[in-house]
């Protein structure tokens, strides 16, 4: 089953340059999930993903501070590897930053 979480808003110190970095800033995630699914036909939530739970953990790894987006997309696949339920992910984060752009998104995928 495929799980589309989509433009979870998240707040982080993000950029290259120290001023960038600055304050924080938002960034849309959102993720592709292909998942081992039982639920839909035992109705039983021991049986699916923990939805809030993923949620929780992606906004914690937006704490901090780092200057890619990609090293923020591969700390939130490392942690999502802990959901035995997850087969396959992948995490498209958008920046707002470039004038006359409406974002820009880097994509990364596991496996």
Same mark, same amino acid.
């Given at each position: 089953?495929?799980?589309?979480? $989509?433009?979870? +808003? @998240?707040?982080? /110190?993000?950029?290259?340059?120290?001023?960038? =970095?600055?304050?924080?800033? =938002?960034? &849309?995630?959102? &993720? +592709?999930? %292909?998942?081992?699914? +039982?639920? +839909?036909? $035992?109705?039983?939530? !021991?049986?699916?993903?923990?939805?809030?739970?993923?949620? =929780?953990?992606?906004?914690?790894?937006? *704490?901090? !501070?780092?200057?890619? @987006?990609?090293?923020?997309?591969?700390?939130?696949?490392?942690?999502?590897?802990?959901?035995?339920?997850?087969? *396959?992910? %992948?995490? /498209?984060? %958008? *920046?707002?930053?470039?004038?006359? %752009?409406?974002?820009?998104?880097?994509?990364?995928? /596991?496996?």
């Amino acid at each position: 089953m495929l799980l589309t979480i $989509s433009d979870l +808003e @998240l707040w982080t /110190h993000i950029g290259v340059p120290d001023e960038e =970095r600055r304050s924080e800033q =938002r960034i &849309l995630a959102t &993720l +592709e999930l %292909t998942i081992k699914e +039982e639920a +839909e036909k $035992s109705d039983s939530l !021991e049986d699916t993903l923990d939805y809030d739970a993923l949620v =929780r953990v992606v906004k914690k790894c937006a *704490k901090g !501070e780092r200057k890619t @987006l990609e090293r923020l997309g591969g700390e939130i696949i490392e942690a999502l590897k802990k959901f035995d339920r997850i087969e *396959k992910m %992948t995490v /498209h984060l %958008t *920046k707002f930053v470039i004038p006359g %752009t409406a974002g820009i998104t880097v994509s990364l995928s /596991h496996p």
